[in-house]
């Protein structure tokens, strides 16, 4: 199975950055596509950015702010954010998809919680 791991969660200011990134157990060439998610309280979890194969797809509230990336050799994938709102409160969650055996499965990690203040 692949296993993702967080980190770089915290406490930011409105207008500050703040930097996340996810190890990831396997190499990218055994996974399909790898995203970010986050959820706040009450209310679904949704996409934040997503990459794959050096595509990037950002959902259009997040282009300008959030920018995914990976690093092949360390086997990470990070998100940096930047003129963050307090609405960016939540958990962040790494996902990783992969076709397997004629199915495609979702792996996630156990999510980063990011704090904005006004």
């Known amino acids: 199975q692949v296993q993702l791991v967080e980190s770089g969660g915290g406490l930011v200011q409105a207008g500050g950055s703040l930097r996340l990134s996810c190890a990831v157990s396997?190499?990218?060439?055994?996974?399909?596509?790898m995203g970010w998610y986050r959820q706040a309280p009450g209310k679904q979890r949704e996409l934040v950015a997503a990459?794959?194969?050096?595509?990037?797809a950002y959902p259009d509230s997040m282009k300008g702010r959030f920018t995914i990336s990976r690093d092949n050799a360390k086997n990470t994938v990070n998100l940096q954010m930047s003129s963050l709102k307090p609405d960016d409160t939540a958990v962040y969650y790494c996902?990783?998809?992969?076709?397997?055996?004629?199915?495609?499965?979702?792996?996630w990690g156990q999510g980063t919680q990011v704090t904005v203040s006004s």
């Open positions: 990459i794959t194969n050096g595509q990037t």
């Open positions: 996902n990783a998809k992969q076709y397997y055996s004629g199915r495609l499965y979702d792996y």
């Open positions: 396997l190499s990218f060439h055994s996974i399909n596509a």
